[in-house]
């Protein structure tokens, strides 16, 4: 069972398919998640059939929303016994690690850690003590990079860590496209007009390229964004509103290049979604961001992504040796393999050897064959409700 405050943006597409997935393995499959602005309509569409959703409370980031979360949670889980409960983000890693004790395994994999954000001094001391707290109620802290690996083990204590990459269809060994695509000389950035996001210093960049190219945000905005809007506007960088995922990338792969200049990240899947549709990355130096792309394609300040946006856009064999170097590193991140990865993981989990301190009140279900899971998932539509109460499970 996943369970996520926020089922919207890359962590919608991340836990979908990942969830597709392991349906497609045999595996009973569940969701409980909370909507948000970015999360798709109707959601049973976008979601494999075979998946079993569960709507909560979490409507808002909040911590009245997250304490009927919690009440509802626990009932829940124990009414669908999962071998493994993967809780996503901090707000679930936060929830689910104080409620679902004992109920299964637990892996929380946080996206981004929550004290990477621009705060103050105080939030980001109160968010480190919050994450440790989770890291040493769940099982495994199941990093999305080599970075945000390296903050479980050195910031919050956490023990026991591995680290699964995220992946996207597109870079499945079957679905890579051409490298001979042809490319224009547009620059985008992408996704919600959000403080992480750095929406002025892009406006800023790419005020100074628009003289070689057009230039446009893909994505529309996300909560305080007036300002960040403003600055784009002034700078003459159009900003499309919030598209399908298809539409997206289809803007996405026209482009000659994508800045990404984000301030934190987990494991950006804008920056997969670039590569495989061989659009040069420039982005922000944060560790999030070096381990995909290398050191060649990470700029520490705007003067410096400027200068490496003009040159791709006017040096063909520079621009080049970036595609050759994107491609050498891009093979890692397919679906699939992330998939895989993911249940290793959750193999490792319920296997008696990998658990020191087994807890007695989580009894495994039994490994059903793919027509007894088929058999499952039909009598579940057809009741068409969540069990515990009787919500109907799809949004």
């Known amino acids: 069972m996943h369970i996520t405050e926020a089922l919207g943006g ?12 392991l349906a497609d393995q045999g595996h009973d499959v569940a969701i409980a998640y909370g909507v948000r602005a970015e999360t798709p309509s109707p959601l049973r569409d976008a979601v494999d059939q075979r998946v079993e959703l569960i709507p909560t409370p979490w409507t808002e980031r909040t911590l009245r929303a ?16 999962p071998d493994v409960i993967h ?40 968010f480190r003590a919050l994450e440790r707290r989770v890291a040493n109620r769940v099982e495994m802290v199941g990093a999305v990079s080599d970075a945000e690996a390296d903050l479980a083990r050195d910031v919050v204590s956490a023990h026991h860590v591995r680290v699964v990459p995220n992946g996207i269809p597109e870079l499945d060994p079957d679905r890579t496209p051409d490298s001979s695509v042809e490319l224009s000389s547009g620059v985008v950035a992408m996704g919600r007009v959000v403080t992480q996001r750095q929406p ?77 549709r061989d659009v040069v990355v420039i982005a922000s130096d944060i560790p999030p961001n070096r381990s995909i792309l290398g050191p060649q394609q990470v700029f520490s300040s705007k003067a410096d992504a400027v200068s490496a946006i003009r040159r791709a856009l006017c040096d063909e064999p520079y621009r080049e040796r970036l595609l050759s170097e994107q491609r050498a590193r891009r093979g890692r991140y397919g679906s699939t393999t992330m998939m895989l990865g993911w249940e290793n993981v959750y193999r490792s989990l ?6 020191p301190t087994p807890k007695p009140a989580h009894q495994p279900r039994p490994r059903r064959s793919p027509a007894a899971a088929e058999q499952t998932r039909r009598a579940r539509v057809q009741r068409g409700r969540n069990p515990v109460r009787g919500r109907v499970t799809s949004a």
Do not use: C
């Open 87 to 126: 809780l996503h983000s901090s707000f679930a890693g936060v929830v689910g690690a104080a409620t679902l004790g004992g109920l299964a395994p637990t892996v929380y994999t946080p996206h981004g850690y929550s004290f990477t954000m621009n705060a103050s001094p105080l939030r980001r001391r109160a």
């Open 66 to 81: 997250s304490l009927r979360t919690s009440r509802q949670l626990r009932p829940v889980v124990d009414v669908w016994n």
């Open 350 to 355: 319920t296997s008696e050897d990998s658990q």
């Open 200 to 276: 002025h210093e892009v406006a800023d960049i790419l005020a100074n390229v628009r003289d070689l190219a057009p230039v446009n945000w893909i994505g529309g905005a996300g909560s305080s964004t007036a300002p960040g809007l403003f600055a784009l506007d002034r700078a003459g960088v159009e900003v499309s509103g919030w598209l399908t995922r298809a539409d997206a990338l289809d803007r996405l792969g026209k482009a000659a290049v994508y800045l990404h200049w984000t301030a934190w990240d987990g494991m950006p899947l804008s920056i997969l979604e670039a590569m495989a």
């Open 10 to 21: 890359g962590i919608f597409e991340v836990v979908s398919n990942l969830s597709a997935g």
